[in-house]
């Protein structure tokens, strides 16, 4: 049923689909019939919504009669109740707002002012994204900035294709014959390209907003869809529109933007999300291919900024499996607390020399890690910072890994600077790499681990906004069957003043941190080579000399678990190796002085890496008699009192009944328990 309208020609038709929105109809209603416009006219499309939403329209129409027009249809989705809305129109200008959004009380005010100030056809506003938690993110910034595109009718092409931030000019709009595609997903895109094409006057606003809500359960929230397609056929009747408008060659560099835009970026977020990602994904990138095989010369991919460049250059068929895990993955890493900052009571703050031409240096060595290697390198180059280098060492490895190290070198060459050398192992790769880095701080990441997207740039940011010394992250285990288990939960934020003392409670890896390069330089920070167990005496001696330390509370790197790795692959005589490296541990501690002053702490770490986690690792291997032997009398040598250390605690209850109950007449029992 229709209700009857004023015969007086409304300045404005705003069109509201109906589908559904029960929950956030009051919402945008309200924000419609507050407008400080005068003559509009507000055109409520019940699209068949099965929920309570046609009472909240009746409630409206009743309160204000003048404004408010209720129709009632049945379901044809979106782009059908659009054009049910146009058809009947009757304001000069027309626009359309999606129902479960609003907008500014000043916002059609400032648009038609503007419109009929300077008789415009289009008039385009800034809009926001808002999410049901309320936080908010500014989708359009800069938009029509002409320093991307001095011709207006191209820039629009590069700002969101929308059509709930605009206000189109009604006779304009029916001469072109628009209408929304019926039944088709990305509606908009063919409407809006047309229209903003054969506009001749445009203007802008920036006082009123647009507030576009993202929830799940809206048509593009709500996983995956056999509608996703319809964006291959909706690109395809763009393509022949401007095809046959001969408009194709004008606009030719502005689609093959949209191309990658939509299909290898925003798009591809969309499609690595969903268990079909193994055919959408291959799909795009020949679609893209076969209208635009040059695509990665387009002049706006510099506009896409720096993490989104890195995802486009890094996401192919090979990677797509490693996309998919982490976009599919959720949210369950975002921060549990706020980032922490200490200061030690003990040292001195270092300072930096000045000789830094980058912000940070992040050193990967390298050595038959083919399999890996890709996925370790797609995570740096997409941390979304501009002022870095990535020093990839091939350590004399023997597959094809330096063909993946040539291909990012090319892609991305003013980031990825290789280098290749004889193998000394891990040790010497870093420090080969450690002498060469430009950077202010450091980073190392092993090649078969991954980071975090924009990992890099928070740890940066913490470490410049209160010039830190060290900054800790949490990280996780990752196996290669894709089990995970945060490792590094709650960190420093159960730490006490004393925090050099605490530091050595966490783990002593040195690529979940980011170091000051002055302060390793003073250190004479140097890996022993030729040993396993390398981390621990450098990381020992950054946590005693650290000043100024943050933790940023985020699981930062992921920590690959994997058979063949150097500490994962059964016996080696190199398990020897930890006795070796504790035996330098002490005698530099003594040397310093400093070893009274952390007693507890390295004794501590005896238990940990001797009688707990290292024993785990010892009574899995046919040499555990040997070992565990050996790490017994090791322990009670240095320190006798151990099981006396106030430090136990922090074990947990099973981790503590283990270190009670291990001794030489149980090894064989848990040598069986743990293997078995």
């Not at 591809?268 to 990138?285: C, V």
């Not at 995570?379 to 020093?391: A, T």
């Not at 196996?479 to 995970?484: A, L, M, V």
């Not at 291997?621 to 099981?643: C, G, I, W």
Request: glycine share 6%; net charge negative; hydrophobic share 35%.
């Amino acid at each position: 049923m229709e209700t009857d309208k004023t015969l007086t020609r409304p300045i404005l038709s705003i069109i509201v689909p109906v589908y559904n929105v029960e929950k956030y109809l009051d919402t945008c209603l309200t924000s419609l019939v507050n407008q400080t416009l005068d003559n509009y006219e507000i055109l409520v499309i019940n699209d068949g919504t099965k929920d309570n939403s046609q009472k909240i329209i009746d409630n409206y129409v009743a309160q204000y009669p003048e404004k408010v027009f209720s129709y009632i249809k049945e379901n044809g989705g979106l782009s059908d109740a659009r054009n049910f809305g146009i058809e009947r129109a009757k304001g000069k200008y027309i626009s359309f707002i999606d129902s479960d959004d609003s907008i500014d009380t000043n916002y059609y005010a400032d648009m038609i002012e503007l419109a009929e100030k300077d008789d415009l056809d289009l008039v385009v506003a800034d809009l926001e994204y808002v999410w049901e938690n309320n936080e908010k993110e500014p989708m359009l910034k800069e938009g029509l900035n002409a320093k991307v595109n001095p011709d207006v009718h191209k820039a629009l092409f590069l700002s969101p294709l929308s059509v709930c931030n605009k206000l189109f000019r009604k006779d304009l709009f029916d001469s072109l014959d628009l209408s929304f595609y019926k039944g088709l997903w990305y509606e908009d895109i063919p409407v809006a390209l047309l229209y903003c094409a054969n506009a001749k006057k445009i203007g802008r606003i920036t006082s009123g907003k647009y507030y576009y809500l993202q929830r799940s359960a809206s048509i593009l929230g709500s996983g995956y869809s056999p509608k996703m397609y319809d964006i291959f056929t909706i690109f395809e009747k763009v393509i022949s529109a401007f095809k046959e408008k001969g408009l194709y060659e004008t606009y030719h560099d502005e689609l093959e933007y949209l191309f990658i835009e939509h299909f290898l970026i925003y798009g591809a977020f969309r499609f690595l999300r969903t268990q079909h990602y193994q055919e959408l994904m291959p799909k795009a990138f020949e679609f893209v291919k076969s209208y635009f095989p040059n695509y990665r010369r387009n002049p706006y991919i510099s506009t896409l900024g720096s993490k989104n460049r890195a995802f486009l250059a890094s996401n192919n068929t090979s990677t797509m499996g490693f996309w998919h895990w982490y976009l599919s993955r959720g949210y369950e890493y975002r921060k549990a607390y706020e980032n922490e900052i200490f200061v030690s009571k003990i040292n001195k703050p270092f300072t930096d020399d000045g000789l830094y031409t980058k912000k940070l240096s992040i050193i990967v060595p390298v050595y038959n890690v083919e399999k890996y290697l890709e996925t370790c390198l797609s995570s740096l180059v997409s941390q979304g910072l501009e002022d870095y280098e990535i020093l990839v060492v091939n350590d004399g490895t023997k597959d094809n890994s330096q063909e993946i190290i040539d291909r990012f070198a090319k892609q991305f060459p003013e980031i990825v600077k290789p280098f290749i050398k004889e193998n000394g192992g891990l040790s010497d790769a870093r420090n080969y790499g450690l002498k060469r880095a430009n950077g202010k701080y450091i980073a190392f990441i092993d090649s078969d681990d991954y980071a975090e997207l924009n990992f890099y740039r928070g740890m940066l940011e913490l470490a410049e906004k209160n010039d830190l010394d060290l900054v800790v992250a949490d990280l996780e285990y990752v196996w290669e069957n894709n089990e995970k288990e945060p490792m590094y939960k709650e960190g420093l934020s159960l730490f006490t003043e004393e925090i050099n003392k605490r530091l050595f409670l966490s783990p002593l890896f040195a690529w979940n941190k980011l170091y000051r390069h002055s302060m390793l330089k003073q250190l004479n920070a140097e890996y022993p080579v030729g040993l396993w167990y390398e981390d621990i005496p450098v990381t020992l001696n950054i946590f005693s000399h650290a000043c100024r330390i943050g933790y940023y509370h985020h699981i930062g790197i992921h920590y690959l678990q994997r058979g063949t790795s150097i500490l994962g692959s059964g016996y080696s005589p190199k398990m020897y190796d930890i006795f070796t490296i504790f035996d330098r541990v002490v005698a530099s501690f003594k040397e310093k002085g400093d070893y009274e002053t952390y007693r507890h702490e390295l004794e501590y770490l005896f238990i940990e890496h001797f009688l707990v986690y290292g024993a785990f690792r010892f009574l899995r291997t046919d040499h555990y008699k040997e070992l565990m032997s050996k790490a017994f009398d090791y322990v009670k040598k240095e320190f006798p009192a151990y099981r006396k250390n106030k430090y136990i605690k922090t074990f947990g209850a099973k981790n503590t009944a283990f270190l009670f109950t291990n001794n030489r007449g149980t090894m064989p029992f848990w040598h069986w328990y743990l293997t078995k």
